[in-house]
């Protein structure tokens, strides 16, 4: 009992493991039926040769030539059988079906009684049935397998992607997920750079130029085939405001559905990751300008209080000279203030080096009074885009004569003082340290605002 319980063991398996399609090219064999057994390829037109009986073919797929010779319809039964002679190439065709399968016999002579060969092939036809079944449970299996992991995948994924970090880390995390979770021969992550691609992350055996799926304006997250023979190529795009990344994956042969579906999945949730981490940065950037704005208006609230209290003249253009290096960060300044008894304008204050330096006597002249004109209101002056001649000469005032001051000082801005359109100071920032440090815009919209006051409090010493 037991060596037939075995017996039946091995036959059940032999037939399952593919023993069913030998049996059945036995039985054409033993017919005299010369025949090629095939089934439908995935690529459209060409079905696979699987097996044969009395012939040798010369290539193990052929062109499609007879599925349209029969008729297109469901199996009703387990499994079904139909024969045909509408095809050219083949006088004799069978063709077994069931639910999700097809399998066609191309005989090359049509038999003398084709009617018995039908019924002759029905239990044949079952084995085949039992066969493809056993295969169908297989592949599903393996499907639901991988559906299994890329579902651990997924959440392992899930887990770190909405992460912050910086985008050559974020590509080298992407990179990492699809090596991991889809098994491609290769994976490169290519950046545009506007006009043309670089390898981001990975190595790519070539670069693609900048066109077709690489140029659109609009990328969705959705993987797109290139490239669909061996070996097949797969992008996938990320894109979120100016940051356009290209995942480009080879395989041996084209991925599946399921992998697709997967990499669609991976390309919103890139995509998402992205778009937050932009948000977070904007958010640190604006919480960064509020503190710093915060930070400026309770140092102009000192500073302010401090001018105020200046007892003195003297006391006060030196205090203000002080707060204008300090506030800039700047080593040298130069200030130049209106002087009624010698009518025209000295400088009242020399720092060069944070040290003070002997005032240059020159006197700038202006018989009718400090200058009044809609120019003198300017916010500043770069002296890299205009020289301290223009600057003074825009003023209606004969050019600067303090020249070799503003040189030595290495004054890089030139600050009006008024009082409503009347210059009554002016103050040059620079540095002597070579490389000068350019002001940003919350720098001189201080300095701006200190200016304005000061010519408020020059009033006092008038």
């Known amino acids: 009992m037991s060596e037939n319980i075995n017996d039946l063991y091995r036959n059940i398996d ?28 995935s690529n459209p037109g060409v079905i696979n040769i699987i097996d044969a009986a009395g012939l040798v073919p010369s290539s193990l797929t052929l062109k499609d030539e007879i599925t349209n010779s029969f008729p297109k319809s469901v199996a009703k039964e387990s499994f079904e059988l139909s024969s ?33 060969l039908l019924e002759n092939l029905k239990p044949y036809a079952g084995l085949i049935h039992l066969w493809e079944t056993s295969r169908k449970i ?20 899930l887990a770190s992607i909405f992460e912050p970090m910086p985008l050559q880390y974020f590509a080298s995390f992407l990179a990492d997920v699809l090596q991991e979770s889809l098994f491609p021969k290769s994976v490169a992550i290519l950046k545009d750079e506007g006009s043309y691609l670089t390898v981001f992350n990975g190595k790519a055996d070539s670069i693609p130029e900048r066109k077709g799926i690489y140029a659109q304006q609009i990328l969705p997250p959705a993987p797109v085939v290139v490239k669909s023979d061996s070996p097949a190529e797969v992008v996938l795009p990320v894109a979120e405001g100016d940051c356009r990344l290209f995942c480009l994956m080879t395989w041996d042969e084209l991925p599946d559905k399921e992998t697709m579906n997967f990499l669609e999945l991976l390309g919103n949730l890139a995509v998402r990751a992205t778009a937050i981490n932009n948000l977070r940065v904007q958010s640190r950037q604006v919480e960064a300008t509020m503190s710093s704005g915060e930070f400026t208006v309770l140092s102009l609230s000192n500073v302010l209080k ?29 200030l130049a203030t209106w002087n009624n008894s010698r009518s025209g304008y000295t400088l009242s204050e020399q720092r060069r080096g944070h040290i003070k330096a002997e005032a240059d006597p020159t006197l700038l002249p202006s018989s009718s009074g400090p200058v009044k004109s809609a120019n003198v209101s300017e916010a500043y002056y770069d002296l890299e885009a205009m020289s301290p001649d223009s600057v003074f000469r825009s003023w209606g005032l004969a050019g600067c004569p303090w020249k070799n001051a503003l040189k030595e000082s290495s004054a890089k801005y030139i600050f009006p003082v008024c009082d409503d359109n009347s210059l009554v100071g002016i103050i040059a920032l620079g540095s002597s340290i070579d490389g000068r440090t350019a002001l940003d815009r919350s720098q001189l919209a201080s300095l701006q605002l200190i200016a304005q006051f000061a010519a408020y409090e020059f009033r006092r010493f008038n």
Not at 14 to 37: P, R, Y
Not at 90 to 114: F, M, Q, R
Not at 306 to 334: H, P, T, W, Y
């Open 84 to 116: 045909s002679s509408n095809c050219e190439s083949w006088p004799y065709a069978v063709k077994i079906w069931g639910a999700h399968w097809e399998l066609y016999i191309l005989c090359k002579e049509k038999p003398a009684d084709s009617k018995s």
């Open 306 to 334: 401090v001018l105020k209290g200046a007892e003195d003249r003297a006391k006060f253009f030196s205090l203000l000279v002080d707060i204008f290096m300090e506030q800039c960060r700047m080593n040298s300044c130069i």
């Open 138 to 157: 297989s592949e599903t299996e393996k499907k639901l397998s991988r559906l299994s992991y890329m579902i651990l995948a997924t959440k392992s994924t």
């Open 14 to 41: 032999f037939l399952i493991s593919g023993g069913a399609l030998k049996c059945l090219t036995d039985f054409l064999t033993s017919q005299n039926i010369k025949a090629l057994i095939a089934e439908p390829s």
